[in-house]
């Protein structure tokens, strides 16, 4: 174990959406046309969202870097990596299961456009109209039809014998899927630090305010630690995916990612990690 530096990090970061750029097309994986487009759709996601974080780097430095916004885009990468590790456990069926929830989201919006056509505000009764004539009534059938169809891969029976509704496509939360595939750590220690952004907690305040001798101030600068641990969490998020990807597909192999964390020499005398950074402290 050692600590990397924050510019490290970032480099890590860059060597790891570099690599990931080099997908030129993918071979259909056994599992079907629907794990192999959901991966590469993941996979897609996360390289978008390092480079992303890579671009605000180089336009802001890490002084005036945006900490809060990179949290945010840094949370959307360990889910993603928690669900396609959670879909790969049973890669057939719980892909398709995945797109048939789309269905049921369909729904719920079409019908929350429904209920508000009748709002007690008469601004939101005419938005939501004019968007159901346009978009929804024609198309009312249909989506009822699809999300019927699905429906019952959705729900379950609690213990007084109600059917209840999944409220999402795996009926589990992240912190139960992250159990499942071995993130629990991750979900600790990171995740739960990053969803104070998302969810707009105390933590994100934090990031403005400034306690100083002669009063209050508060600032848009990044705190201290903000610019290295949003590249330490993304580049960790990002090998452990890319590895999963790497086994699933043969794009690449476990050495080349693991090649990414290769770095000059920090100034301590610490032992380059070598399990995976997906679970380490590097």
């Known amino acids: 174990m050692k600590y990397l530096t924050a510019e490290q ?68 990468m360990f889910e993603t990596d928690v669900t396609a590790h959670y879909i790969t456990q049973s890669a057939s069926e719980r892909s398709r299961q995945y797109i048939a929830f789309g269905a049921v989201l369909t729904k719920k919006e079409m019908d929350a456009c429904q209920k508000h056509c009748k709002s007690n505000a008469a601004s939101w009764r005419e938005a ?11 198309r009312e059938c249909e989506v009822n039809q699809k999300a019927a ?41 990171f995740y739960s630090e990053l969803s104070a952004f998302t969810h707009v907690n105390v933590r994100l305040a934090d990031r403005f305010l400034r306690l100083r001798q002669d009063g209050l ?27 999963l990807f790497a086994t699933q597909f043969g794009t690449w192999v476990q050495k080349d990612v693991q090649d990414c964390w290769e770095v000059e020499e920090a100034d301590n005398n610490g032992v380059q990690p070598k399990n995976n950074p997906c679970h380490s402290m590097a």
């Open 9 to 76: 990090h970032r480099d890590i970061v860059a060597k790891l959406l570099a690599l990931g750029q080099k997908v030129d097309g993918t071979q259909y994986h056994p599992a079907g046309a629907e794990y192999t487009s959901l991966m590469v759709c993941f996979l897609l996601h996360n390289l978008s969202a390092a480079d992303a974080l890579l671009r605000l780097a180089k336009s802001f430095g890490s002084e005036w870097f945006p900490a809060t916004v990179g949290y945010t885009i840094t949370r959307t």
């Open 128 to 138: 939501m109209n004019l968007v159901w004539d346009n978009h929804w009534s024609s």
């Open 149 to 189: 169809a699905v429906q019952a891969q959705f729900q379950r029976i609690s213990g007084n014998g109600k059917t209840v509704d999944f409220k999402n496509w795996a009926g589990k939360s992240i912190r139960q899927m992250s159990e499942e595939v071995d993130h629990a750590e991750a979900y600790d220690v």
């Open 217 to 243: 101030a508060w600032s848009q600068m990044a705190d201290e630690f903000d610019f290295g641990n949003v590249f330490r969490h993304s580049a960790n998020f990002l090998t452990c995916f890319l590895e």
